[in-house]
């Protein structure tokens, strides 16, 4: 029997919205993913993500500080 595949739930290219934690200054404002790092555990919670703001800066947070967005621009 073949193990299933794990994958995350937020994909490269996805946009989402930071959450934030605490006073962040990135805290509301939205971000791309641009890569989803290894999850041994294959656990949403434990899920990781690098992402880019619109300034470009990047920034390396856990799923549950990311939310997706429907972003139309």
């Known amino acids: 029997m ?3 595949k794990y ?4 994909s490269c ?5 930071f959450l934030g934690n605490g006073h962040h200054p990135k ?3 939205r971000c791309t993913v641009i890569k989803a790092l290894p ?7 434990r899920q990781w993500y ?8 990047i920034g390396r947070f856990p799923e549950g500080r990311l939310s997706r967005v429907n972003d139309h621009r």
């Open 2 to 4: 073949d193990a299933l």
């Open 7 to 10: 994958v995350p739930n937020l």
């Open 13 to 17: 290219g996805a946009r989402v919205l």
């Open 27 to 29: 805290k509301g404002l």
């Open 39 to 45: 999850n041994p555990s294959k656990r949403p919670e």
């Open 50 to 57: 690098d992402v880019r703001f619109d300034d470009y800066s």
